[in-house]
């Protein structure tokens, strides 16, 4: 039903950009899901079409440099996105410079972080490069409150030198509460009630492009401390301090373009019980890809991808973590993904994508939507999407 | 700087793009860092202070292509991906689409501040009633 609503929202607001002073745009994208094995994005192993994204949103120009935004979202992608509407971003944005060799200017409100090159725009199937985002975004952990977009305010700044332009996005979130839903997918007590905050988070992202985007380089940074707590008869207190560091390159030739990026991910976790310590961790992820496309013409699009993902980049195999752990699975802490896929886009407006993925390894399941455990940490993943935008 | 100005001349850079602005727009020096700076929605307004406001054909039409080639020194789908991410951050706009070359120059006529681009060899559709397009072409440095 809510597609459906969504849907005809598109199409009302179909006249869009007509006007200089306002726009109005939008996405609407199913997805269909199968895997071989295991869970992701819904009861896949039986095929599933719970995975959908779709948003509508409106800018205005008050005055020339005075832009205010919002774009309203849902998506729905098994345990790990609920289909529940959200205010994806809602801004003002001020521009105090715009010339010819730079702008500056500053955002408030609910702003979209800059990580890598795919996170602002992430949830819109026509700028990705495929259906499911590399691993260094985290895809089926649903970060999406707590890291991608956030309430805060923004600073950003452009400035040209030669065949260089140099772009600055600094953000500083707001501390706010994490989503029930996401709660869910991060801690597990048991069942005992708690509460998760985020404070003094911010991010900052340093992009150069050269020679009219041909290269692009790139310098992402995000810090945020979670901190949990619980009612006074639990006494039981945690702080995790999760950092983000993601490094970004690109060529973009006429035909084809080669993109690489790679993330270290610290984590330094500290949980107390009365105030004692009873776990104190310091671990380190790591998460990379290259990846090639070529558009054959404007219709059809190819890609390829090598992604690797590394719950602790000292144990990269896992075996550490399984010796430490006797029950556990050391396959459960790392993903290698060959992925190749396809599009076919039959005008601005819409597009098919078509991607197979062969994994190996279990770190990007999710528990919840794999309660009877894996049943295979070899498997593989089709992905299906009908999108529209306008 | 290497700049020509050509009223209604339609026929200087055969098999090339061709920049068209309103009438309301001071002859101002288009380099290519200008363009790209106007293109990609970075400058919005005119170094005289009025807003620009840029039209642009489909990504898809070979105009499209060869304009954004030649005169931006840039791909049509970066310059989509420029777009997009403005468009789906809420921090700009996106420039206004139109579907032909006629309807190109009839909203860069009708709307002070319009910059956009047509074919070089298309005729140029004038008459005495009609305030003329300023045609601009650009010597490729």
């Known amino acids: 039903m809510r597609r459906i609503a969504v849907l005809l929202l598109c199409a009302a607001a179909c006249a869009s950009a007509r006007a200089a002073d306002y726009q109005v745009h939008g996405y609407a994208a199913q997805g269909f899901v199968y895997t071989t094995d295991n869970n992701f994005f819904g009861p896949s192993s039986d095929g599933s079409t719970d995975y959908y994204e779709a948003g509508i949103n409106a800018s205005a120009q008050v005055v020339p440099g005075f832009i205010v935004s919002g774009q309203a979202a849902i998506r729905d992608a098994g345990i790990s996105d609920d289909g ?14 715009s010339s010819e060799t730079g702008s500056a200017g500053v955002r408030a409100g609910k702003v979209k972080n800059a990580v890598g090159f795919y996170n602002e725009t992430r949830d819109v ?12 975004y985290s895809d089926n952990q649903n ?16 400035r040209v030198f030669g065949r260089h332009e140099l772009s600055f996005i600094g953000t500083k979130n707001f501390n706010r509460d994490v989503r029930k839903s996401d709660e869910r997918l991060l801690i597990d007590l048991g069942g005992l009630p708690f509460d998760l905050h985020i404070r003094d988070s911010w991010n ?11 290269w692009q380089f790139g310098v992402s940074y995000f810090f945020g401390r979670f901190t949990l707590t619980t009612p006074p008869q639990i006494t039981l207190a945690g702080t995790f301090d999760v950092g983000l560091t993601m490094f970004s390159a690109r060529y973009n030739a006429e035909r084809f373009s080669v993109t690489a990026e790679y993330v270290l991910n610290p984590n330094e976790n500290e949980v107390t019980v009365g105030g004692i310590p009873v776990l104190r ?55 290698r993904d060959v992925t190749v896929g396809a599009h076919w886009r039959s005008d601005e407006h819409w597009g098919v994508w078509a991607e197979y993925h062969w994994i190996d390894g279990t770190a990007p399941l999710q528990r919840a939507e794999n309660p009877q455990g894996v049943s295979d940490t070899r498997w593989s993943l089709v992905m299906l999407m009908a999108a529209f935008r306008f | 700087m290497a700049l020509a100005i050509l009223f209604g001349c339609g026929q200087a850079y055969a098999q090339s793009a061709q920049i068209i602005v309103n009438p309301s727009v001071e002859a101002a020096s288009l380099d290519r860092e200008r363009l790209r700076a106007i293109f990609t929605m970075r400058m919005t307004a005119w170094p005289d202070g009025p807003p620009i406001r840029v039209f642009v054909l489909p990504d898809r039409d070979p105009i499209s292509d060869r304009f954004y080639r030649e005169q931006l020194g840039m791909y049509s789908y970066v310059l989509r991906a420029v777009w997009d991410r403005m468009v789906f951050t809420g921090t700009g706009l996106a420039p206004t689409l139109v579907r032909s070359e006629e309807e190109m120059r009839a909203r860069v006529r009708a709307t002070p501040g319009a910059i956009g681009y047509v074919s070089s060899g298309a005729p140029t559709l004038r008459s005495p009633m009609q305030s003329p397009l300023l045609y601009v072409g650009l010597q490729r440095r």
């Open chain 1, 84 to 97: 529940s509407l959200r205010v994806d971003y809602a801004l003002a944005d001020y521009r105090f410079i």
């Open chain 1, 125 to 136: 199937i026509f700028t990705r490069p495929s259906i499911l985002l590399p691993s260094v």
């Open chain 1, 143 to 158: 970060q999406r409150s707590l890291v991608f977009t956030a309430p805060g305010t923004q600073a950003y700044a452009t």
């Open chain 1, 204 to 214: 900052a992202q340093v992009m150069d492009s050269f020679d009219g985007g041909r």
């Open chain 1, 281 to 335: 961790q310091d671990i380190t992820a790591d998460r990379g890809y290259l990846q090639a496309e070529y558009r054959l013409s404007p219709h059809w699009g190819l890609m390829a991808r090598l992604d690797g993902s590394f719950s602790d980049k000292h144990d990269r195999n896992g075996r550490e973590f399984a010796a430490a752990n006797p029950g556990s699975a050391r396959e459960s802490r790392y993903a």
